[in-house]
């Protein structure tokens, strides 16, 4: 049994590793090398991985849960500007191009994060071409979603944001555009998301629900028909 144990614990720290797509193809001990480098860390549903007034240099990878990366503006307004899934990396890591010096991580959700130094991320992640690139790659990636979220902010209108924030979010839970996708979010959260009032947000997911695109439950959203939520937030 412990020799069972031991190998269960071997495979969750790679997990860590094996669902990372800049991971892809990695051999077992580099795998492995990786998985020593990155200690997992629990935090609990509202709790903030970091904040600007206590920024880590490290990278995150994230294992279990969803992350709402934040700023907030001087009169207190809070604009989301990316929900990290599990897999995906994310932290203030100025070596790899990637600042968030005025940034909150904040779990929305119960969570667990393998976390790498900066001394790691240069000798095993820099120091590998195919990582690199990938990682370069991901953060332009994501530099374009944040260009997206701030111009939708600006142009689009209240009901347009929503309804693309949460065909956005269904399709990361289904990844798919089909029917069904449960969203699990607050109302609370899908306004910050928006950049709207929670207010606002619940009488637009009452319009939508009437409509039959979506279903609302504590804490979560069911939704019924993401081509036409994406219609009906411009995309």
Same mark, same amino acid.
């Given at each position: 049994?412990?020799?069972?144990?031991?190998?269960? /614990?071997?495979?969750?720290?790679?997990?860590?590793?094996?669902?990372? @797509? &800049?991971?892809?193809?990695? @051999?077992?001990?580099?795998?492995?090398?990786?998985?020593?480098?990155?200690?997992? /860390?629990?935090?609990?549903? !509202?709790?903030?991985?970091?904040?600007?007034?206590?920024? +880590?240099? %490290?990278?995150?990878?994230?294992?279990?849960?969803? $992350?709402? $990366?934040?700023?907030? #503006?001087?009169?207190? *307004?809070? +604009?989301?500007?990316? &929900?990290?899934?599990?897999?995906?990396?994310?932290?203030?890591?100025?070596?790899?191009?990637?600042?968030?010096?005025?940034?909150?991580?904040?779990?929305?959700?119960?969570?667990?994060?393998?976390?790498?130094?900066? %001394? @790691?991320?240069? *000798?095993?992640?820099? !120091?590998? #071409? /195919?990582?690199?690139?990938? $990682?370069?790659?991901?953060? !332009?990636?994501?530099?374009?979603?944040?260009?997206?979220?701030?111009?939708?902010?600006?142009?689009?209108?209240?009901?347009?944001?929503?309804? !693309? %924030?949460?065909?956005?979010?269904?399709?990361?839970?289904?990844?798919?555009? =089909?029917?069904?996708?449960?969203?699990?979010?607050?109302?609370?959260?899908?306004?910050?998301?928006?950049?709207? #009032?929670?207010?606002?947000?619940?009488?637009?997911?009452?319009?939508? %629900? @009437?409509?039959?695109?979506?279903? +609302? =439950?504590? =804490?979560? &959203?069911?939704?019924?028909?993401?081509?036409?939520? *994406?219609?009906?937030?411009?995309?």
């Amino acid at each position: 049994m412990d020799i069972e144990r031991a190998a269960d /614990r071997q495979q969750d720290r790679l997990w860590c590793m094996a669902e990372v @797509d &800049i991971f892809c193809d990695l @051999d077992e001990t580099e795998m492995e090398a990786l998985s020593q480098a990155a200690p997992m /860390r629990r935090y609990g549903s !509202g709790e903030l991985v970091y904040t600007p007034h206590q920024p +880590l240099e %490290a990278l995150f990878i994230l294992k279990q849960g969803r $992350i709402r $990366i934040f700023r907030v #503006s001087p009169d207190g *307004r809070a +604009l989301t500007t990316a &929900i990290i899934s599990p897999g995906t990396i994310f932290g203030e890591m100025v070596i790899v191009g990637q600042q968030m010096h005025d940034s909150f991580a904040e779990a929305l959700e119960d969570i667990v994060v393998c976390v790498m130094s900066e %001394a @790691d991320v240069r *000798r095993l992640l820099l !120091g590998d #071409s /195919r990582i690199a690139t990938r $990682i370069s790659e991901t953060l !332009g990636r994501r530099l374009g979603e944040l260009e997206q979220r701030l111009s939708d902010a600006v142009f689009k209108s209240v009901p347009e944001r929503v309804a !693309g %924030a949460l065909a956005a979010l269904a399709q990361g839970a289904s990844g798919t555009f =089909g029917r069904d996708a449960q969203v699990k979010l607050t109302h609370e959260q899908l306004a910050a998301l928006a950049a709207t #009032s929670r207010e606002t947000t619940t009488k637009i997911l009452g319009e939508l %629900a @009437d409509l039959g695109l979506i279903s +609302l =439950g504590r =804490g979560k &959203i069911t939704v019924h028909d993401q081509d036409r939520l *994406r219609q009906l937030g411009g995309y």
